[in-house]
């Protein structure tokens, strides 16, 4: 699924590019050796060697016999990037709460370049699917399927909404995936009355979701909460109420979390 950016921009610089698709060509091949890549990348091996070497020398790289890796430097960035995430800081606590609650899987999203991003997931006692979770946590997702992502786009602009179609289409995952953009626009006016968004197996057949959006004192979505469990147990009716009550109160707490240390960090300083 990825976006590559236009590289034939003058104001972009094609190596620093290039260096790009080697990071991501490592990532998805996990790890190559530089003859895999040139072939992977359609590039001479000496312009990939040469690529590697920087990588390698700025620590982002290792080298392990003839193949070379992704370093932990990414885990060290991806800390500090998460750590100043202040829906993350705000929101972290919370959703332990909710996975403990629940008893499944509770998950922490936010937008950027125009899809989902996992903050952070926390697993329940009776949570399932520990793998695919896991692996959602390294990758960005389209919005329109999952209940964390539909709770976003209903609260974006519909002009931003309309550029994030135009931009990715609607992936269809399962057949209950919306993919007519009329069909979604209605669903996302509902979650908007209602305050909630179900991911009704449009992701995976037998999981469901129920989202909820955090929004800052302007107005503004800084991304949602959910949780998903298997579609038995989340149909049951008391259940399924429990979990939009936790779900909706969760989102609203950390909404006022953030409020209260945004407020903070106006406040006057008299001493």
Known sequence: ????????????????????????????????????LADELEMSK????????????????????????????????????????QLYREGKSVLEGLAETTGEYAHLSTEQHGLGVNLYKVRGEK????????SKLQKPDYLHFSATGKSILAHLP?????EIIDRYGLVRKTANTITDRDALVAELETIRDRGYAYNDEEEIEGLQAIGAPVLNRHGKVL???????????MEETEYHEMVVDEVTNAANVIEVNINMAESESES???F
Do not use: C, I
């Open 268 to 270: 006057p300083d008299f």
């Open 46 to 85: 000496s312009a990939v060697y040469n690529h590697l070497m920087t990588l390698r020398d700025n620590k982002f790289v290792v080298k392990e016999g003839n193949t070379y890796s992704l370093s932990l430097q990414f885990l060290l960035l991806g800390e500090y990037v998460r750590n100043h995430n």
């Open 127 to 134: 949570a399932v699917g520990s793998d695919y979770q896991t």
């Open 1 to 36: 699924m990825a976006d590559r950016t236009n590289s034939d921009s003058p104001r972009l610089l094609k190596t620093v590019s290039r260096a790009f698709d080697v990071v991501r060509a490592l990532e998805d091949l996990d790890g190559a050796g530089v003859t895999e």
């Open 223 to 233: 991304g949602s909460v959910s949780v998903s469990g298997p579609r038995r147990r």
């Open 158 to 162: 519909e002009e931003r909404v309309e």
